[in-house]
């Protein structure tokens, strides 16, 4: 028998015929070199069998990808607010204005009033000294950079006090006893895994003791036979040698009571009683990944100061959409209007239920079930949200959902029971159309 893979082109024939074909016109050689090398590479993998529509067009098919970049806008319609494959909060329009001005010559460092050097941080202090209620406030680039900040410049070869019903895990394995561990501070353990008292706290304290640390247990929740210390009752043992820490998770500024999500601690809150308060931009706030310190100005100072606050200072584009988003918050109604994640976790069920009907009436075949969305992102873990889903039955859900994943932009659907479900929630009204293009 003959082996096809005799009969595979060489890259030097391949490359002209495609210059022949005018490729090198719209795609660089080196990408289309690239892409007949792979070409080939395939097909001997294959035994030499020649790709649908001739070789030229499968290396005009791969080389068509290099304009394609791996991070890209996807549709959600999986109901998860805060979904964090997803990116988790997506910002609002003013934040992403913000971000495009951002990216040309900009003021990140100047002082526009006397012409001098300024500093990164002055965009967002004086508007987290408002909304929180703080003396000070410094960002980094993520939470556990500003926890790992914090602690070095309170802890560093000192002892941190924590609760061992709070020292948890975070998203990617990274634990909290590591982080600690990496701030050079000793990491001092009191109470049980469900019960801490304030006096477990107050015995612990010592010569050595510089930190208090408190973590809002975000993505789990603990029941029954439970105690854990309030956090105005843990502040009050801070004194000139000992700060509290209260590590709060989500970054939660206006409450949630009224659409009834509960349990998350307010920023507000813990600054009131006194602790050194740490949060994320990207995940309740609603914007861009960022680690927010706010609390006593020598606090602050302190850990500004420390060189390792350079190492994890936020870029110009985190620091524009985070300044754009913290500026809705000088008014409620402005902040649930405009901030994408408020507005979602506060939709009501009738409007939630209208569009899923409007999208369901594009779709052959749709019908509309009752179902529930979630916070995600590690918010808010007791909460489900009553939806409206859209559900279609294809052939083959395995199929249906690549062909959704191929789409440009792609569609992050869920299956559930043998159905292809599509929650509203969490998409705009523009994409339903899109949507529509791919199902029909």
């Not at 005799?6 to 015929?17: C, D, H, M, T, Y």
């Not at 899923?356 to 509309?368: F, H, I, K, V, Y």
């Not at 918010?379 to 249906?400: H, Q």
Request: include cysteine; glycine fraction near 8%; charged fraction near 25%.
């Amino acid at each position: 028998m003959t082996d096809m893979r005799q009969k595979i082109p060489s890259v030097n024939a391949l490359l002209e015929s495609a210059e022949a074909a005018g490729l090198f016109e719209e795609i660089p050689r080196q990408v289309i070199t690239s892409s007949i090398r792979s070409t080939l590479d395939a097909a001997r993998v294959w035994g030499g069998t020649e790709p649908e529509g001739g070789w030229l067009a499968a290396v005009e098919r791969d080389a068509h990808q290099w304009r394609k970049t791996s991070l890209r806008k996807v549709i959600n319609a999986t109901g998860v607010v805060l979904h964090t494959n997803l990116g988790r909060a997506p910002v609002s329009e003013r934040a992403k204005q913000a971000v495009l001005d951002s990216l040309e010559y900009s003021t990140l460092e100047l002082d526009i009033e006397n012409g001098r050097r300024g500093s990164r941080q002055s965009h967002l202090k004086e508007l987290l000294k408002e909304i929180t209620g703080a003396e000070d406030a410094l960002v980094t680039v993520n939470a556990a950079s500003a926890l790992l900040l914090a602690i070095n410049s309170i802890a560093a070869d000192r002892d941190t006090i924590i609760s061992r019903g709070e020292l948890v895990e975070i998203g990617g394995s990274f634990r909290l006893p590591e982080i600690i561990n990496k701030s050079t501070s000793n990491l001092v353990e009191v109470g049980t895994t469900n019960r801490t008292h304030l006096k477990d706290y107050v015995l612990a304290i010592g010569d050595d003791t510089r930190c208090i640390l408190k973590v809002h247990r975000s993505n789990f929740i603990q029941k029954g036979f439970v105690t854990e210390v309030d956090i105005n009752e843990l502040a009050a043992l801070s004194s000139d040698g000992v700060e509290v820490i209260h590590d709060v998770g989500s970054g939660l500024l206006l409450s949630l009571d009224n659409f009834g999500l509960t349990g998350e601690p307010l920023v507000q809150d813990s600054v009131a009683a006194g602790a050194t308060t740490i949060f994320s931009g990207d995940k309740l706030l609603g914007g861009p990944q960022a680690g927010i310190i706010v609390g006593k100005k020598t606090t602050i100072s302190a850990i500004a100061t420390n060189p390792m606050a350079r190492a994890v200072r936020p870029d110009k584009a985190t620091i524009a959409a985070l300044e754009a988003t913290l500026s809705a918050y000088r008014d409620q109604s402005t902040a649930l209007r405009e901030i994408p994640v408020l507005s979602m976790l506060t939709a009501s069920p009738d409007e939630i239920a209208q569009r899923a009907q409007r999208l369901a009436e594009l779709l052959p075949g749709a019908s509309t079930m009752p179902g529930a969305s979630s916070v995600g992102g590690g918010s808010f873990p007791e909460s489900s949200l009553p939806t409206t889903l859209v559900a279609i039955n294809p052939g083959s859900c395995e199929e249906m959902m690549r062909i959704l994943r191929d789409n440009h932009p792609p569609i992050i659907a869920r299956v559930l029971d043998d159905r292809i479900v599509f929650d509203v929630r969490t998409m705009k009204d523009d994409e339903f159309d899109q949507l529509a293009a791919v199902c029909s």
